[in-house]
């Protein structure tokens, strides 16, 4: 069975950080895009991060740059999200996704065919 776990959500205050895990399982996911998106209570689920087979190049949405980091180790099937400078908004829980198809890391969620079951992010103000 093929999944997806994410881990790592929770509670921070502003300007915290938090790091989120997403554990494969499976099948060997080394060689898709794996990416990271979120959705926030009543919008639609909204690209995050992207990060290609090897590592070698990322995507980020403009609402995190430079705060967020995705990183991914093959030899233990993970992809991480480094989430630091949280605001409000980055309230939402967020999916890990992975698209076996996708040539790049310019994806949405159509482009992915493995999803998490999501984990909640709460940042108060």
């Known amino acids: 069975q093929v999944q997806l776990v994410e881990s790592g959500g929770g509670w921070e205050q502003t300007g915290g950080s938090l790091r989120l895990s997403c554990a494969a399982s499976?099948?060997?996911?080394?060689?898709?895009?794996m990416a990271w998106f979120r959705q926030a209570p009543g919008k639609e689920r909204a690209f995050v991060a992207a990060?290609?087979?090897?590592?070698?190049?990322?995507n980020y949405a403009s609402a995190v740059k430079g705060r967020f980091t995705i990183s991914r180790d093959n030899a233990k099937n993970t992809v991480d999200l480094q989430m630091n400078s949280l605001k409000p908004e980055d309230t939402a829980v967020y999916y890990c996704?992975?698209?076996?198809?996708?040539?790049?890391?310019?994806?949405?969620?159509?482009?992915?065919?493995?999803w998490g079951q999501g984990t909640q992010v709460t940042v108060s103000s």
């Open positions: 996704a992975a698209s076996s198809w996708a040539t790049g890391v310019l994806i949405g969620t159509r482009s992915c065919d493995y």
């Open positions: 990060i290609a087979w090897n590592g070698a190049d990322t």
């Open positions: 499976g099948r060997s996911f080394s060689s898709d895009t």
